[in-house]
């Protein structure tokens, strides 16, 4: 595997400090328009449901503060082996959405930080999962404890998490459908046409021309149907140069917990895959060494550490590995100089106030991509891995996972003496399929089998071309 791409530049010092500088922007904005994307959706989920945006935690600060931060986590975690960014995870969408419709108990008049709050403390436990698994692997072997996690149940959990959000972009872009389809139009364009740079980073070309067209708009004095002002302008002016970004810490619930923790059966599987792509793609085997259970471990403190702080969970980026494959620069450094501007960037107030004017219809038509891509991913993930559906049990764990996903919309609700619990949808989903699947006979997952497979788990928007 190391006489893969001998040409490529593996110590980046060669080349001097300016050209690691404009290497790391370069994986800044690959990972940009994804990252910042996931606080300003979570921000409308909450606002819809209760009536304001949280002003601290799950900000494009503090998010853009825990990308930096936990990218840099996961390099020491990994021995700084692994050219990894660990940006907003997408996966995740799904259960902050939950959080922030929940309105019974504890959660009836919630304040929206506190709702920020109490999702994080999910996050938190999720990241958890991550040492649990790692210490696991490093005891049993990677191949064991995927027979438990095999793509029959990771790829449809993985789609009903996209197609649960599906009612969201609807909403969103029906503030505007003109700038929703602009934004929807341009992802296309660039993700299926764009050349170079350009086809790497769709979701942020997406945002900059959408907003362009919006404030094209508004100077010209339309108005979105509603009579409402396509872009406003004031919180800009009111934002500083220089400030700490919003900090909350999280809370714990045991509601909140199982509408998130469970979600990481599903980015875990995907840190998995991301990391057979960044070892074909830079030609070292990273799953040996440094080894999955360091990476995993990087991942899940990184990811744990954000949810304590008001961040939203962290997942290694399919963007990032698409520009390594694109420079052939696969010197770690320049992944920790990009980790490094987006923390500079997190303390800089007037630039997250830009981010927050964004118009709900270009967050709409955004969605209307990514959350049919998630679940897109999902039926890739089972296409790719070869899952024979013509087999009952195969048929009966999607099936069953498919019902549980989409079909329990209110959740489960029962009393534990006097504590209330809710298993939300994709919780019970992902317990039905994981029981299922370790007790119907038939089981023939092995990891490793095929590749390709193993390497299409990521829930990001990126060409598969670059993989």
């Given at each position: ?116 709050a109490y999702a994080c403390g999910g996050i938190v436990v999720a990241g958890l999962f991550y040492l649990i698994l790692a210490v696991i692997i490093r005891l049993v072997g990677v191949k064991k404890v995927m027979k438990f996690l095999p793509p029959v149940v990771t790829g449809p959990i993985i789609i009903c998490i996209g197609l649960s959000l599906a009612s969201s972009a609807i909403s969103n872009a029906s503030n505007n459908w003109f700038l929703a389809i602009i934004a929807l ?283």
């Open positions: 595997m190391n006489d893969k791409n001998a040409s490529a530049i593996r110590d980046a010092k060669s080349l001097g400090t300016p050209k690691m500088l404009i290497l790391g922007l370069q994986h800044l904005f690959a990972m940009f328009g994804a990252t910042i994307l996931v606080p300003v959706l979570v921000s409308g989920y909450i606002e819809k449901a209760v009536g304001e945006a949280p002003s601290r935690g799950l900000t494009v600060a503090v998010t853009l503060f825990c990308a930096g931060v936990g990218t840099l986590i996961f390099h020491v975690c990994s021995k700084f082996k692994v050219p990894a960014f660990l940006g907003s995870s997408f996966a995740f969408l799904g259960g902050f959405h939950t959080v922030a419709n929940l309105n019974s108990g504890i959660y009836a008049d919630m304040s929206a930080n506190d709702k920020a139009a341009v992802i296309i364009i660039f993700n299926i046409w764009g050349k170079g740079m350009f086809k790497i980073i769709p979701i942020l070309m997406g945002v900059l021309i959408a907003y362009a067209v919006a404030l094209v708009l508004n100077a010209a004095g339309i108005t979105n149907p509603d009579g409402s002002v396509v872009v406003n302008l004031a919180p800009i002016a009111e934002a500083g140069w220089v400030g700490i970004p919003g900090f909350q810490f999280c809370k714990f619930d045991i509601t909140a917990i199982l509408v998130m923790a469970p979600i990481a059966i599903a980015t875990m599987m995907e840190h998995i895959g991301d990391m057979s792509a960044i070892s074909a793609t830079v030609g070292e085997n990273y799953i040996a060494n440094p080894g999955l259970h360091r990476t995993l471990l990087g991942d899940g403190v990184a990811t744990a550490f954000a949810g304590l702080i008001g961040g939203p969970a962290n997942t290694t980026y399919g963007e990032n590995t698409g520009v390594l494959e694109l420079s052939k620069v696969y010197d770690p450094i320049v992944i920790r100089i990009a980790a490094c501007f987006a923390i500079i960037l997190s303390f800089i107030p007037k630039f997250s106030s830009v981010i927050s004017t964004m118009p709900a219809a270009i967050i709409g038509g955004i969605s209307f991509m990514l959350y049919g891509m998630i679940s897109a991913i999902g039926v890739r993930n089972i296409v790719e891995n070869q899952v024979d559906l013509t087999k009952s049990r195969n048929l009966i764990i999607a099936g069953v996972i498919f019902v549980c996903g989409l079909g329990f919309s209110g959740g489960l609700t029962f009393n534990i003496g006097e504590t209330s619990i809710t298993l939300t949808a994709l919780a019970i989903a992902a317990i039905a399929g994981i029981l299922l699947n370790a007790i119907l006979p038939g089981n023939d997952y092995e990891f490793g089998k095929h590749p390709k497979g193993d390497q299409s788990r990521g829930v990001y928007v990126s060409n598969s071309d670059n993989k």
